[in-house]
């Protein structure tokens, strides 16, 4: 795993806050408010999953391969079917959380 360097405080190595500054940077206020809140839920769906995996929600955890993970969840099992039970989402699904991570 990736060290912290010594400036960064640990706080700013959370998703949650990367998602945040993400947001107000790039997305708010540029995208409309339907795409900022969809956007918005893409990431926190990606960090509800890394933190259920991984046990914790550092930025510098996440690799290529975590990606590529979620990427196979979603194809897989990324949807709540009607029975409650997980569903595939559609391939043009999967490549928009993609896109917005």
Known sequence: MVGLPERLDPADDSLPVW????????????????????????LER?????TGGLG?????????????????HLAAAGNCGRDNMPAPMAPATVNNHLAHL
Do not use: C, M, N, Q
Not at 46 to 50: E, H, L, M, N
């Open 19 to 42: 998602t945040e500054r993400y947001l107000d940077l790039a997305v708010r206020g540029v995208r409309s408010a339907e795409v900022t809140a969809k956007i918005s839920r893409h």
């Open 46 to 50: 990606f960090g509800a999953w890394i």
């Open 56 to 72: 914790h929600d550092r930025l510098s955890a996440v690799t290529p391969r975590e990606i590529t993970a979620w990427r196979d």
